[in-house]
């Protein structure tokens, strides 16, 4: 007998406006960095994506017949403000009513986050978060929003600050491609929590009756020798970068005292100062106690070794096995141990690092109040027979993450939902079409939907709440 989930669990499948709608010039939608950056830097485009700017009914049907009680659906910046602010685009107001209401008419509920990796290029290109001018056109976005679309009960400031962090200025695979830039990084982890703190201060000051939270990529770190203290010390180091850091802003609304020792050490060993100001922590602090809900977004956990030598990071974007590499100056880097499986693209698979970042949240923020797992699943190069894909290896991978997620509310963990990357398959910001992760299985060409043996497999658990 399979381990039980909830009865009010959401069953859900995620999606991103930028990944999921494709029409990146309809209706007078502004441009996004992406648009360009991927032209320049790699072999796919945004276009057509999975056409849900016209496919969401059919996906929303599909989902309520599949069992799925909640989408995750990101608003485009850039179709309601396509410079980022100033005149509103009502075009994209109206596609936006009418989704809301699609998924109300298929009993799905929408969990809505305003900002997925896609900020406007006017705002991008003059510094992106790093130019502290587009936190207040930010929070000025997200008041439009919450006054605009009082049909939204579910609202995420961001999608992961922190792959935004890495992917802009430590990998260099996000625009604008800057690499080995400490500094930017906890620069833009810190003025996007200030931007996310401001815009949820403004949610409960006007008193709307909906919950809001924020989603964040919380990788869970291991030493690679835990008896080995220079390991556990790089182990920690990396934790502050990608968790730690954005988790003490988001509950503690300051940085704990060991937060920032470590970061002083590694932006001492790769230069760089931050600019923190007294009057950030007072918009932290009036956030950290008001947030609903914190989404965790988990796929792979990292194991650390000490090491010595200049910062190396090698992105795996063509699911060539063995091919990345991950090492930071005065940090460490990733060697995980043989036997641990991984996808193609090296991401380690490990399920209960999803239990331990759980309760982690639940041991060292006890403000957290509740959590959705708002995505995690797995990316594959699926082979499409019989109109379908036998994908027992994605079964595989989200029936041990259910099984964890079981494990943490039987431990006390107030867990509320679970959305699976992806509904339907979408394109990889930096791995392309390729990488799929959907239960319905997208023709590019044709934009056709096939249910893979997963979305059976689904439906069946969500139906019975049973993990079987
Ligand atoms: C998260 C993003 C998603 C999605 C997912 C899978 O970081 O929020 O938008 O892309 O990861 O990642 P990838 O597409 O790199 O495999």
């Not at 090296?346 to 759980?358: E, F, S, T």
Request: net charge negative.
């Amino acid at each position: 007998m399979g381990k039980k989930l909830p009865k009010d669990f959401i069953f859900g499948g995620a999606t991103a406006a930028y990944q999921a709608e494709g029409a990146t010039h309809v209706d007078g939608k502004g441009h996004v960095a992406w648009d360009k950056y991927l032209e320049d830097n790699y072999w796919y485009r945004a276009e057509p994506a999975s056409d849900f700017y016209h496919k969401y009914p059919v996906d929303l049907a599909l989902a309520e017949k599949f069992g799925i009680n909640g989408i995750r659906i990101s608003i485009a910046w850039s179709r309601i403000f396509p410079n980022g602010y100033g005149k509103v685009n009502e075009k994209g107001v109206e596609f936006y009513h009418r989704l809301f209401e699609s998924c109300r008419e298929h009993s799905v509920e929408p969990f809505v986050t305003l900002h997925h990796f896609d900020t406007p290029e006017a705002l991008h290109s003059n510094g992106d978060f790093l130019n502290r001018e587009n936190i207040q056109h930010f929070v000025d976005y997200a008041a439009y929003c919450f006054e605009e679309f009082p049909e939204v009960r579910y609202w995420t400031t961001f999608n992961e600050i922190g792959p935004i962090g890495d992917g802009q200025y430590l990998v260099g695979k996000f625009p604008p491609g800057i690499q080995y830039d400490l500094k930017k990084v906890f620069q833009s982890h810190h003025n996007m929590m200030l931007a996310h703190a401001r815009a949820v201060k403004l949610y409960k000051d006007k008193g709307y009756k909906g919950e809001i939270g924020v989603v964040h990529a919380l990788p869970t770190k291991y030493p690679f020798d835990p008896s080995d203290p220079a390991d556990v010390k790089a182990c920690e180091l990396e934790d502050i970068i990608h968790n730690k850091f954005i988790l003490d802003a988001t509950y503690l609304g300051h940085y704990s005292k060991e937060t920032m020792a470590g970061v002083q050490e590694i932006l001492a060993a790769n230069g760089g100062e931050l600019d923190l100001r007294d009057e950030d922590f007072v918009d932290l602090e009036a956030a950290k106690d008001l947030n609903d809900f914190l989404g965790i977004n988990y796929y792979m956990s990292d194991w650390m070794k000490a090491c010595e030598g200049e910062t190396e990071i090698i992105h795996n974007g063509t699911g060539e096995k063995g091919s990345s590499k991950y090492q930071i100056k005065g940090v460490g880097r990733r060697e995980a141990p043989i036997d641990i499986p991984k996808t193609d693209w090296d991401w380690i698979i490990y399920p209960k690092g999803l239990y331990d970042q759980i309760m982690r949240v639940k041991r060292d923020y006890p403000n957290y109040k509740k959590i959705y797992i708002t995505e995690n699943g797995l990316g594959y190069k699926d082979e499409f027979v019989d109109q379908t894909v036998y994908d027992d290896a994605r079964i595989d991978y989200v029936k041990k993450h259910l099984e964890v997620i079981s494990d943490a509310i039987a431990d006390g963990a107030n867990v509320k939902g679970y959305f699976i990357w992806s509904l339907m398959d979408v394109f990889s910001w930096s791995n392309g079409y390729e990488k799929r992760y959907g239960l319905f299985y997208v023709d590019f060409k044709t934009q056709e939907r096939y249910p893979k043996k997963s979305a059976y497999w689904y439906k069946k658990v969500a139906k019975s709440q049973l993990i079987d």
